[in-house]
């Protein structure tokens, strides 16, 4: 599944039927935010103990609605068992997850997985 909005694109990956990869690549802003909200919203409504990453690899820029939304995922994800980390976060999208308390929450994904 692929989906995108201005953009921003999300691709969904299956890994072995153990871990199902959000990849986000684009800007998350104001604009893009609810296009993510809306993808992961869809994926945790169907799953039940499956372990999701969300790989930022391909996000140059993430602003507090884009924060807001991982929050969310992660409160969605915790009520239907499933662990919520992100991956491959960019220093500058890194740190702002920092900053904001968001990733020592969240997790980060070991490296190469």
């Given at each position: 599944?692929?989906?995108?909005?201005?953009?921003?694109?999300i691709t969904l990956v299956n890994i072995d039927g153990y871990l199902l990869r959000v990849s986000v690549a684009g800007e998350v802003d104001f604009a893009t935010s609810g296009e993510l909200r809306a993808a992961l919203d869809a994926v945790l409504a169907d799953l039940t103990g499956t372990p999701v990453e969300v790989d930022l690899a391909e996000v140059?820029?993430?602003?507090?609605?884009?924060?807001?939304?991982?929050?969310?995922?992660?409160?969605?994800?915790?009520?239907?068992?499933?662990?919520?980390?992100?991956?491959?976060?960019?220093?500058?999208?890194?740190?702002?997850?920092?900053?904001?308390?968001?990733?020592?929450?969240?997790g980060l994904a070991p490296a190469g997985r």
């Open positions: 599944m692929s989906t995108s909005a201005a953009d921003l694109r140059p820029f993430l602003d507090s609605s884009g924060v807001h939304v991982l929050l969310d995922a992660y409160g969605w994800a915790a009520a239907r068992d499933c662990p919520l980390v992100v991956a491959n976060a960019r220093p500058v999208v890194r740190r702002v997850l920092e900053i904001t308390g968001v990733l020592a929450l969240l």
